[in-house]
């Protein structure tokens, strides 16, 4: 099999090891390497120094004592952290279900709750959460009602959630914890379209959250979510791989094999979970478990060269603007549907706009709705000088 191109460094596949099945052979070379400070210092870069600790301690690795102390002192912080967030959300979490709105965490705090013993086990950005794109509104009231603060305007009030997938809202206190409201588990265009909107959300599990009896993904929706995810964001970072080989050993005997290539399958996400698998696979050494091989096995065949395209522009969307318009209406299916969302994208609304330019002058909405145009103009010019080299 052909591994995707991705660079890992020696120090990433030592810190890989020491996370999986023989970490002791793992501290061996990199004592012998006189590696320790630059690896505890990547992993705490890459965000994995929690769950680093937790494997060298849980393990009985006679790391050295400097090299411990700062694992562990990231790790509190992460603790800290963690426990902020959760208490930080708390109100949002209990004004969702005072308004009767199903919602679902992802990913991060899901993880800290079903995958990993230690809440300093697992760095968080932010919070996820799942709602019906039908309860979108009402979601904002009762955030709002919570003292959440959206973030900044998108596009127009119907871009989200017909068109785009996220809505941001940040908590009262200090410091503010971001909360993302997903209508989607996904940023691309197309998956709006080839994953159903009640996926992911049968056999769902609950699990305590900050002191909330939480509802999270299964086992085997949590493998797909994680997967498609990070392959739409790069596969850029080693926590996110972490997360899934971790979610392997741990679940596995809870994850269907059958069910999880056919969803990939009839959802148009074979090709990016296979992507993530095989990378997974090569950095974590989960494909020489005869199992996981045979799971990637059943999701390789002819790919859509609109999932390929998708996949390979998401992790770029806003870096390339124009350039992820394109995709999008190249790879969506529908084409009434792809009108409508050129159209959003055509005609901002005037809340949006106000953000992109602060002048107030006559004519200033023209202004605004040109300056994304201009931001494009580099990339265009980029790419001319590339097609006639």
């Avoid at 505890?40 to 411990?68: F, T, W």
């Avoid at 959802?267 to 979970?273: F, N």
Wanted: proline content about 7%.
């Amino acid at each position: 099999m052909t591994t995707p191109k991705q660079s890992f460094t020696l120090v990433d596949r030592l810190i890989a090891r020491c996370l999986g099945d023989d970490p002791r052979s793992a501290a061996h070379e990199i004592s012998r390497s006189r590696l320790w400070e630059p690896l505890v210092n990547h992993a705490c870069d890459a965000q994995v120094g929690g769950l680093l600790h937790q494997r060298l301690e849980h393990a009985g690795i006679d790391a050295p004592p400097s090299a411990m102390r700062t694992l562990r002192v990231y790790r509190d912080h992460l603790a800290a952290r963690h426990k902020h967030q959760l208490e930080q959300t708390s109100a949002a979490f209990d004004s969702l279900k005072r308004a009767g709105i199903p919602f679902v965490v992802l990913k991060g705090a899901a993880l800290a709750a079903a995958v990993y013993a230690s809440p300093g086990a697992r760095a968080m950005d932010d919070i996820d959460i799942l709602v019906n794109e039908a309860d979108a509104t009402r979601t904002e009231e009762a955030m709002k009602r919570a003292g959440c603060q959206p973030g900044p305007d998108l596009l127009s009030p119907e871009f989200y959630p017909r068109y785009y997938y996220e809505r941001e809202y940040l908590t009262a206190g200090q410091p503010a914890v971001k909360i993302d409201c997903h209508v989607r588990p996904f940023r691309p265009l197309r998956y709006g379209r080839t994953v159903p909107a009640d996926a992911f959300r049968d056999d769902l599990q609950t699990v305590a959250i900050g002191g909330h009896d939480a509802q999270i993904l299964s086992p085997t929706n949590q493998m797909i979510h994680l997967c498609a995810h990070a392959a739409c964001h790069g596969s850029s970072k080693l926590r996110w791989l972490a997360d899934i080989a971790a979610l392997w050993r741990t679940h596995h005997a809870s994850i269907s094999d059958a069910t999880l290539i056919h969803r990939c399958r009839q959802w148009s996400l074979a090709w990016p979970v296979y992507r993530t698998l095989q990378l997974v696979g090569d950095l974590f050494q989960l494909d020489q478990d005869s199992r996981c091989a045979a799971l990637m096995s059943g999701l390789r065949g002819r790919w859509s060269w609109r999932d390929r395209l998708a996949v390979r522009q998401a992790p770029y969307d806003v870096d390339r603007p124009l350039a992820a318009l394109m995709v999008n209406l190249a790879t969506t299916p529908g084409w009434a549907f792809k009108l409508g969302y050129l159209r959003t994208i055509a005609l901002p609304g005037p809340s949006h706009l106000g953000q992109l330019y602060a002048g107030r002058h006559p004519g200033w909405p023209l202004v605004a709705h040109a300056k994304p145009l201009v931001h494009a103009v580099p990339f265009l010019r980029s790419r001319a000088a590339l097609s006639g080299a």
